[in-house]
Structures are given as C-alpha cells and as structure tokens.
C-alpha cells in the first residue's frame, strides 16, 4: 500500500508566548521559535508504518512549510518514512486552509496515487480540522475524520472506528482515502539510533511553486478567504481574593462579587 501522511511543523507551543502577528501583514512571525512537529502527525505516521509493516508498499511525508523545517522533517525519515516532499515558496506565506490544501493536493500528486493518505485529526496552532476532509474533496478520495482506531486494513478497505460523542463508532471506508485521526489511534514509537543513521540518506526534496501544478492565485494570502484578524495571548494567572468575617457575611460578599463578575445572576 502506497501512503502519504501530511505533517505539519508547528511552532513549540513551550514558546507560544514568542509569537507576533506582523502588524502589517497580519502573518504569523515564527522566526526564533522553535519548530516540532504537530503532535497528531505523529499519530498519523505511525498509523502508516503499521500498515507498512503488515502490507508492505511505500510512506511519503508531505508538508507545506518553510526551507528552514527541513530539520524538524528529518525526523520522519528516522522513525521510518521513506521520503520528504517540503513544498515551500514565499507564494504559500499566510494560506488559511481554504489556500493550503491545493498546495498539499499538488504535493501529493507529484508524489503519486497513494492508496491512503493520513493527516492528524487538528494542528496544534489552528486547530481547523479542515485541512484532511478538504484535501479529500480536492483528490476525489473518500473522507474519515477523528479515527480513534483502525480495525481491519486491506488495499480496499478500512474499517475503523470513528470518534462520536458517546465513544466511538465502526465505519468501513473504501479506498483510496483521506483519513485524519487522533492521538487515541496508536502510541507513536520513538526514535532510535539505526533510524536516524538511516535517515541520513533518505530523500527530503524541496519543491517550490514552479515545480508544482498550481494555480497561485488559489494560494498564500492572497488564495486565502480567511484573514487573521488580530492574535494576542490571553492573561493567564488567577487573582486570589480572600474574604474575611463571619460566615454569612463572607457569603453574601462572595455572592455580591460573583454577580458583579457576572458569573451569577443579580
Ligand atoms: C492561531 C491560528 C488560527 C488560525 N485560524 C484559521 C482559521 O480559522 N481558518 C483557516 O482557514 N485557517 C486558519 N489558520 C491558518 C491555518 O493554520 C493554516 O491554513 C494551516 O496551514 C492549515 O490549517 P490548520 O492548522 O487548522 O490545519 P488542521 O486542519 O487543523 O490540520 C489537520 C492536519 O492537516 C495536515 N496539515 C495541516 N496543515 C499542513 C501543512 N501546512 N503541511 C502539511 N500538512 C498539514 C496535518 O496532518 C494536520 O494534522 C490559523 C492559523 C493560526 C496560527
């Protein structure tokens, strides 16, 4: 079986407190923060080096990110991917999702048809969860998102069980097929020394916009309906207040002060 996994490099939430919307472009700066990889990926690579090692057949990794994660990338190599595409170029700056999945979709055809191709359930930065149902749409490949389990895997079908509300449901889905799922699916294995040896001579490509089917209006900015309006990062901290007195008096102070937040009705 041949598969893709989409993997998103994201900014070290440790650091978020680093981040800046360029006041003009209203574009995420990430420079100086360090770069790890989305930790749903994670997930969706293992899901593939399962099926690997049960069907045989080829993992690609394709990411739309800038030249600098190439490093980051590596590391999907040395837990066992046999190939990066990175697709970067300036054109793909500030694309919300609507402006990404074309970029992906032209990574992936490059790549090949996969049979399958894996994305985790949400990034840890925009959390959307659009990006794998879109890029499904785009492919003319069926959708699963939110799968917390894969039961039953062969070259034509999948039956896995999708997360609901109340647990979860068994779903059988024809391939090929987008399929996204979450940190419940697996434990990702961790990295060793033979695989990072051998990474070192795995293929990591950098493709740009001109290597790619592309219309570039559909993507960056500029391809995005979706415009970041404003970014700041919520006061974290509690005031601690302590009322003192007689009990009933400390009641009726908590009371008056929890209606003067609003957090009960006058
Ligand atoms: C704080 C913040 C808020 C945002 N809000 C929105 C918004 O409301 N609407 C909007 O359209 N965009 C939004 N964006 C932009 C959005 O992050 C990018 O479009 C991004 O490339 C894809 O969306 P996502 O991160 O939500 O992906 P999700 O759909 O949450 O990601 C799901 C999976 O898709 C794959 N994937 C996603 N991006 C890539 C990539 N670049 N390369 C490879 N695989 C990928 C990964 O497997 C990932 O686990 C926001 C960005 C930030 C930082």
Redesign the pocket.
């Known amino acids: 079986m041949d598969i893709v ?4 490099p994201v900014p070290d939430p440790k650091q978020w407190s680093k981040l800046h919307l360029d006041p003009v472009t209203k574009v ?1 700066r990430r420079e100086g923060i360090e770069t790890v990889l ?1 930790p ?2 994670k997930h ?1 690579l293992e899901a593939a080096l399962q099926i690997r090692q049960a069907h045989g057949g080829r993992i690609g990794v ?4 800038p030249p600098w994660t190439q490093e980051v990338l590596r590391e999907t190599l040395a837990l066992g991917a046999d190939e990066v595409l990175l697709l970067s170029d300036r054109a793909f700056a500030g ?6 999945v074309p970029v ?1 979709a032209a990574g992936i055809r490059r790549w090949g048809r996969p049979d399958l191709v894996l ?5 840890v ?8 149902p879109q890029l499904a749409h785009l492919l003319g490949y069926a959708s699963l998102s939110y799968v917390c389990g894969l039961e039953e895997v062969s070259p034509e079908r999948i039956i896995a069980h999708w997360q609901v509300e109340e647990g979860y449901a068994q779903v059988e889905v024809q391939l090929p097929a987008v399929l ?1 799922v979450t940190r419940e699916c697996n434990q990702p294995r961790g990295l060793n020394l033979m695989g990072v040896v051998q990474a070192r001579n795995k293929p990591l490509t950098m493709l740009t916009a001109a290597d790619l089917d592309l219309d570039l209006d559909r993507c960056g900015l500029g391809g ?1 309906p ?1 415009q ?1 309006g404003d ?1 700041w990062m919520p006061e974290s901290g509690r005031r601690q207040v302590i009322l003192e007195g007689e009990t009933e008096e400390v009641i009726q102070e908590l009371i008056r002060r929890l209606c003067q937040v609003a957090a009960l009705p006058e």
């Open positions: 996994v989409c993997v998103k995420l989305n749903h990926d969706a394709v990411s739309m990110a694309a919300d999702t609507w402006a990404t992906l994305c985790g359930a949400e990034s930065d925009g959390s959307t969860g659009q990006v794998g996204t995005s979706t970041m970014m």
